[in-house]
């Protein structure tokens, strides 16, 4: 989920995000006995809040079309696209608790 959103915080571009984590780590999950009902839809949430996440270039663009400092929208956008990353992950560690779809803990 972590590196899911920083990789799309930093490209800025969900689709490419979502198919560069399906590719890289879709298979690593599923060989460690990750549940498809966990694999699929967890790869594929974690670049959405990064079109928010500062240095977004949503953010740049919105700041030259409104004729915003973008500076002021990183400082807007900052805590609430982290605290959808949290809350993200909350969900998925109590989905995996509670239905058992991840790998045993050794």
């Keep these: 989920m972590l590196v899911g959103a ?10 490419a995000s979502v198919v560069a984590m399906g590719v890289i780590s879709l298979p690593v999950m599923l ?5 498809k009902r966990l694999g699929l839809p967890g790869r594929s949430a974690p670049p959405a809040p990064g079109q928010i996440i500062p240095p977004s ?13 973008v500076g002021d929208l990183f400082k ?6 982290l605290s959808l990353v949290a809350f993200y992950v909350v969900y998925i ?4 608790f509670w239905k058992k779809t991840g790998p045993p803990v050794a």
């Design 6 to 15: 920083l990789l799309a915080a930093s490209t800025g571009v969900v689709g």
């Design 76 to 81: 807007a956008a900052l805590w609430p696209g």
């Design 57 to 69: 270039i949503v953010l740049i663009i919105l700041g030259d079309v409104f004729q915003l400092p």
């Design 31 to 35: 060989s460690n006995n990750y549940d």
């Design 93 to 96: 560690v109590i989905v995996t």
